[in-house]
């Protein structure tokens, strides 16, 4: 029986654009994926990917992206519990997501949020694909938090920004993941408020234990060359998308080994 290859895309904002590159790479390899887990900005390219939009498309779509079509700054930061209102993001999302249900995705997909009042990790793989990859990617303080049943939803990666238990989950026997964080990069500096919390958040999702139990361990784990680049600034949308492809370019063997 064939081996069921899962990719597990990482969260890592700005620097996640790396992921298109990848799959770029793996498609004109063709290598077979059969199913996909995300976080954050990794659950943002996993479901554009299996509704059908191509790496290329993609990638055009992240060239043109600006910060104004994100940043959207709240008067009332106690109340809204974020710099940001978030209305500018749920407007991306219904763009490019729209009305779409797990089940009609090409592909079985997985991305995973964090409840606030319990601290657990909550999968989504089934229902609303659009509510699901706005609570996975709510970085806490900089996006609204996402209410759900009696919880509160934020960025996945408060828990672990690499869902690979979840790929197996999802009846992966073999797990491809792309880590776009890696090490922990050189700060600019700490200049308000703003820049201390997310720093903050850096030093917490680079240092989490990612790989507590075997089923979260990967068979291949993939670390783009991304530098000193922010995961907050829309700005070096090639770069990432260039050392995405390039990390896959590098380890073809690998992965043409590791899904035979």
């Not at 229902?127 to 759900?148: E, H, L, M, N, Q």
Request: with cysteine; hydrophobic share 40%.
């Amino acid at each position: 029986m064939a081996k069921k290859i899962g990719l597990c895309l990482g969260a890592g904002g700005a620097r996640g654009i790396s992921h298109i590159g990848f799959l770029q790479a793996l498609e004109e390899n063709n290598i077979p994926i059969d199913v996909v887990t995300g976080c954050s900005m990794g659950s943002i390219i996993g479901a554009m990917y299996l509704k059908g939009y191509s790496p290329k498309e993609m990638l055009d779509i992240a060239l043109k992206l600006k910060k104004g079509d994100i940043i959207d700054l709240s008067m009332n930061i106690m109340r809204n519990k974020a710099i940001l209102k978030s209305q500018k993001m749920d407007k991306l999302l219904d763009k490019y997501l729209g009305e779409t249900d797990f089940s009609d995705l090409k592909k079985p997909f997985c991305c995973i949020a964090t409840d606030l009042y319990s601290g657990s990790i909550i999968p989504f793989c089934e229902g609303d694909v659009k509510f699901a990859v706005r609570a996975s990617c709510s970085i806490p303080v900089g996006f609204t938090p996402v209410p759900y049943k009696d919880m509160l939803l934020v960025d996945g990666a408060i828990r672990n920004r690499i869902p690979v238990a979840e790929a197996r989950h999802l009846g992966a026997d073999k797990v491809i993941a792309v880590d776009v964080l890696g090490e922990l990069p050189e700060t600019g500096g700490i200049h308000n408020v703003f820049t201390l919390g997310f720093r903050a958040l850096d030093i917490l999702s680079v240092h989490i234990n990612l790989f507590e139990e075997e089923s979260q361990r990967p068979e291949l784990l993939l670390v783009p060359r991304l530098g000193k680049t922010s995961q907050y600034k829309v700005e070096n949308q090639q770069f990432c998308y260039d050392r995405g492809y390039e990390i896959a370019i590098e380890n073809m063997d690998k992965i043409k080994e590791l899904v035979k």
